[in-house]
């Protein structure tokens, strides 16, 4: 199996340690551009949940120059779009425009990184934000499935940081100042933790040329005019700390625990009460912690078996849960593949109440089975030809590349990742399958969340004499009064 031919991809360093990555295509009069910042949600200080949302979303709220409304009309006048997005682990300003009338590009540009630079974060901007942001928690005690994930997580990492939500909790966001904005968007939005990608109609050198002139050699400064990233040894691009006006604060993306608290040996059943007589449809979540990273030597086993048991429609668990039995529409494994340190390895579907002691006893099965048989020869294969086949579908596009890259630079990984996909992939042989799988998929200590009504305790309670372990109902409004 050859390496993947990757498509090309124009990588510059500015040197106040801003990545630039430039994907042209110049068929179409189009240019897309992402700003992504390496750090999010798991940076939310204790007590301060939702705050790396909170700062993203009021960056295009105002700037030192231009207003919340001036910002907008300015968009559509260039017939453009802008936003910006926060996630666990990065936070991105975004946004796309024709290229037909050339001077548009450098005004969206400059507009850009104006919001991205100089944001002032209006007091009522502020408080329109957190709101909205307080309301769409409050819908979201109608989502049983955001209900279900919520509650997962949050039991699952308990205080490490994975189990923190990214929307935070209404007295968290109700705490927030405009003072905790300002020091989160100083500690974060660095150059060193930056990259700005940019596909499309557009010349490489000019866009170098306006970003040394936007983000020069300024940027990144404090008051004092020293920098605020304090470099950490042996980290490229990584800031160990940050020099804050004489005070120094360390890099909490540095200092995540590399593993939560246990689960004790059996299963740990949570029922989220629903108190809902007509429901009809019961969401659940089983599973542990996982073991893998991207350094693990077993990861490409680990990966390839993982897309067997749960990755997609032809995969085990979807076959006997869905196809087999009729249970549900659609059952997953979800797997924290992406992160330095280990995420979730978790079965995630629904059934009808009355189906649901059967449906975790077959996904137990599914689960143990990987891991105590090599699996079929036939079916390994069939699997690495699907996931070998499917990369170059993930390049399609100049903004496609573009978004693989910025993955890979955010996840601090070499472009060789990528290039050696299909390598790692077709050296994958059943026995180190099953290896990988029977290390990384457990069933000795499970947390099993349903979102039910508190009745469901009598149809689950043969599972916990079985397999040992606790049974708790908790409230919804439980997983939102943090």
Same mark, same amino acid.
Request: charged share 25%; net charge negative.
């Given at each position: 199996?050859?390496?993947?031919?990757?498509?090309?991809?124009?990588?510059?360093?500015?040197?106040?340690?801003?990545?630039?990555?430039?994907?042209?295509?110049?068929?179409?009069?189009?240019?897309?551009?992402?700003?992504?910042?390496?750090?999010?949600?798991?940076?939310?200080?204790?007590?301060?949940?939702?705050?790396?949302?909170?700062?993203?979303?009021?960056?295009?709220?105002?700037?030192?120059?231009?207003?919340?409304?001036?910002?907008?009309?300015?968009?559509?006048?260039?017939?453009?779009?802008?936003?910006?997005?926060?996630?666990?682990?990065?936070?991105?300003?975004?946004?796309?425009?024709?290229?037909?009338?050339?001077?548009?590009?450098?005004?969206?540009?400059?507009?850009?990184?104006?919001?991205?630079?100089?944001?002032?974060?209006?007091?009522?901007?502020?408080?329109?934000?957190?709101?909205?942001?307080?309301?769409?928690?409050?819908?979201?005690?109608?989502?049983?499935?955001?209900?279900?994930?919520?509650?997962?997580?949050?039991?699952?990492?308990?205080?490490?940081?994975?189990?923190?939500?990214?929307?935070?909790?209404?007295?968290?966001?109700?705490?927030?100042?405009?003072?905790?904005?300002?020091?989160?968007?100083?500690?974060?939005?660095?150059?060193?933790?930056?990259?700005?990608?940019?596909?499309?109609?557009?010349?490489?050198?000019?866009?170098?040329?306006?970003?040394?002139?936007?983000?020069?050699?300024?940027?990144?400064?404090?008051?004092?005019?020293?920098?605020?990233?304090?470099?950490?040894?042996?980290?490229?691009?990584?800031?160990?700390?940050?020099?804050?006006?004489?005070?120094?604060?360390?890099? $909490?993306?540095?200092?995540?625990?590399?593993?939560?608290?246990?689960?004790?040996?059996?299963?740990?059943?949570?029922?989220?009460?629903?108190?809902?007589?007509?429901?009809?449809?019961?969401?659940?979540?089983?599973?542990?912690?996982?073991?893998?990273?991207?350094?693990?030597?077993?990861?490409?086993?680990?990966?390839?078996?993982?897309?067997?048991?749960?990755?997609?429609?032809?995969?085990?668990?979807?076959?006997?849960?869905?196809?087999?039995?009729?249970?549900?529409?659609?059952?997953?494994?979800?797997?924290?593949?992406?992160?330095?340190?280990?995420?979730?390895?978790?079965?995630?579907?629904?059934?009808?109440?009355?189906?649901?002691?059967?449906?975790?006893?077959?996904?137990?099965?599914?689960?143990?089975?990987?891991?105590?048989?090599?699996?079929?020869?036939? $079916?390994?294969?069939?699997?690495?030809?699907?996931?070998?086949?499917?990369?170059?579908?993930?390049?399609?596009?100049?903004?496609?590349?573009?978004? $693989?890259?910025?993955?890979?630079?955010?996840?601090?990984?070499?472009?060789?990742?990528?290039?050696?996909?299909?390598?790692?992939?077709?050296?994958?042989? $059943?026995?180190?399958?099953?290896?990988?799988?029977?290390?990384?998929?457990?069933?000795?200590?499970?947390?099993?969340?349903?979102?039910?009504?508190?009745?469901?305790?009598?149809?689950?309670?043969?599972?916990?004499?079985?397999?040992?372990?606790?049974?708790?109902?908790?409230?919804?409004?439980?997983?939102?009064?943090?």
């Amino acid at each position: 199996m050859k390496p993947l031919e990757l498509p090309d991809v124009q990588r510059f360093q500015l040197d106040n340690g801003l990545t630039i990555l430039i994907v042209e295509n110049h068929q179409v009069p189009y240019a897309a551009f992402r700003l992504l910042m390496k750090a999010g949600s798991l940076q939310d200080p204790d007590g301060k949940e939702g705050l790396a949302k909170l700062t993203t979303g009021l960056l295009t709220y105002g700037t030192q120059t231009k207003s919340e409304d001036e910002i907008s009309k300015k968009v559509d006048f260039l017939g453009a779009t802008l936003g910006a997005i926060s996630g666990s682990s990065n936070m991105q300003v975004y946004g796309d425009i024709t290229t037909v009338n050339k001077s548009n590009l450098k005004s969206f540009f400059d507009l850009m990184t104006d919001v991205v630079l100089n944001p002032v974060f209006p007091e009522d901007g502020l408080q329109r934000l957190r709101t909205r942001m307080v309301g769409a928690l409050t819908a979201s005690k109608d989502d049983n499935s955001t209900l279900a994930n919520r509650a997962f997580a949050m039991t699952l990492f308990n205080n490490h940081p994975y189990g923190r939500t990214a929307s935070g909790h209404p007295k968290t966001l109700n705490a927030l100042t405009r003072d905790d904005v300002v020091d989160f968007h100083q500690r974060y939005f660095l150059p060193e933790h930056a990259v700005l990608g940019v596909s499309g109609d557009v010349n490489p050198e000019e866009i170098v040329a306006w970003a040394k002139a936007a983000f020069g050699e300024n940027w990144g400064n404090n008051e004092n005019g020293e920098r605020i990233c304090i470099p950490a040894d042996g980290l490229t691009s990584t800031c160990s700390a940050f020099n804050l006006n004489g005070s120094s604060a360390n890099n $909490e993306r540095l200092t995540l625990p590399t593993k939560a608290e246990k689960l004790k040996p059996g299963i740990r059943v949570v029922v989220v009460d629903r108190d809902d007589p007509s429901l009809n449809q019961v969401q659940w979540r089983m599973g542990h912690q996982g073991v893998h990273t991207f350094d693990s030597p077993d990861w490409f086993d680990f990966r390839l078996g993982t897309q067997l048991l749960g990755g997609d429609f032809t995969a085990r668990l979807n076959q006997v849960l869905r196809v087999r039995e009729g249970l549900t529409y659609g059952a997953r494994l979800n797997v924290g593949h992406a992160k330095k340190v280990p995420g979730k390895v978790a079965v995630s579907t629904y059934v009808k109440p009355k189906d649901l002691r059967r449906a975790v006893e077959l996904a137990l099965g599914e689960m143990e089975g990987v891991a105590k048989q090599p699996v079929p020869s036939e $079916e390994l294969a069939s699997f690495k030809s699907k996931i070998i086949e499917s990369l170059p579908f993930r390049f399609e596009t100049a903004n496609d590349t573009l978004a $693989e890259y910025i993955s890979l630079i955010a996840g601090d990984r070499d472009v060789s990742f990528l290039e050696n996909y299909p390598v790692g992939i077709s050296k994958v042989t $059943e026995e180190g399958a099953q290896k990988a799988l029977a290390r990384g998929v457990k069933t000795d200590a499970l947390l099993l969340v349903v979102v039910a009504n508190a009745s469901i305790v009598e149809e689950l309670q043969p599972l916990v004499d079985e397999r040992g372990g606790s049974i708790e109902v908790i409230t919804v409004e439980s997983l939102y009064e943090e």
